[in-house]
């Protein structure tokens, strides 16, 4: 494996459109070469959006013209996984060379290594996260539920209720994972939009159920959810000692500071 440099790269980019947050990423994960440093992106959504994981497809999963009536932008993530309405939660997303001996060289380790960066800048808020271990799910039967119907690899439980969902992609040369950090229950209103739900009332009220008895928010655990600025802190303190990494703000891109590449409400899916 090649030696990985000493630094990571930090982007705050907060409340962008979901096309712009889709569009960064997706560049820093394809112009990401081994030994460059990793980068951590954190950031929010504006206006609120439902992000689709690469194998799902938003005209059999959502009613569209609900979302675009409610203003929620739809956009497809490079990464897997399932759909996430980010709404009352901060995203991450990292990005770092595939032989990056830090992450393990696979899936499965690089999962468990960024969920404990995570669980250790958690815990400085005294919130204390283990790592889930679910079960397989070969027939893919859960594409269809919302990401934190139930909790993937490695992905962050405080009394086994799921409190961050996490997907990656891999090329030959570098990997990406994206997260979702609760902070409040808007994450529940993902249950109006799903066509599923809205030909079975049924289903509709089993799956809320569902999500507010497995899920819990960093407004639950701590009385009120902290801010951008302390997540931030927090988090990029877990990812620097944990992989025992200097911390490099990097600038900010001028599209980026003004939100420009970004689309209206419902239209960020016909951009990707």
Not at 44 to 65: K, V, Y
């Amino acid at each position: 494996m090649n030696s990985a440099p000493e630094s990571l790269r930090v982007f705050v980019e907060p409340e962008l459109d979901g096309a712009t947050h889709m569009q960064r990423d997706r560049e820093l994960l394809e112009s990401h070469l081994p030994g460059m440093p990793t980068c951590l992106r954190l950031y929010t959504w504006s206006p609120p959006a439902i992000s689709l994981g690469s194998m799902q497809d938003a005209a059999r999963l959502l009613d569209l013209e609900a979302c675009q009536a409610a203003g929620i932008d739809v956009v497809q993530r490079p990464t897997g996984g399932r759909a996430i309405l980010h709404w009352e939660e901060i995203t991450y997303a990292i990005v770092a060379s595939a032989d990056d001996a830090r992450f393990g060289g696979h899936v499965a380790t690089s999962h468990a290594v960024i969920g404990r960066c995570l669980a250790a800048g958690l815990e400085r808020l005294g919130v204390r996260a283990t790592l889930s271990r679910p079960a397989l799910d070969p027939e893919r039967r859960l594409l269809r539920q919302p990401c934190f119907a139930s909790p993937g690899r490695a992905e962050l439980l405080v009394g086994g209720r799921k409190l961050l969902g996490s997907a990656q992609r891999r090329t030959a040369s570098a990997f990406l994972q994206h997260g979702s950090l609760l902070l409040g229950p808007a994450h529940e209103r993902l249950v109006d939009f799903l066509l599923d739900t809205e030909r079975d009332p049924a289903l509709a009220a089993t799956m809320r159920d569902k999500l507010r008895r497995d899920t819990v928010t960093l407004g639950d655990l701590l009385g009120a959810a902290p801010s951008f600025e302390t997540l931030v802190e927090v988090l990029v303190h877990g990812f620097a000692r944990t992989l025992e990494l200097t911390v490099e703000r990097a600038p900010i891109p001028r599209d980026a500071r003004s939100g420009a590449g970004g689309v209206g409400p419902g239209r960020g899916l016909a951009e990707r």
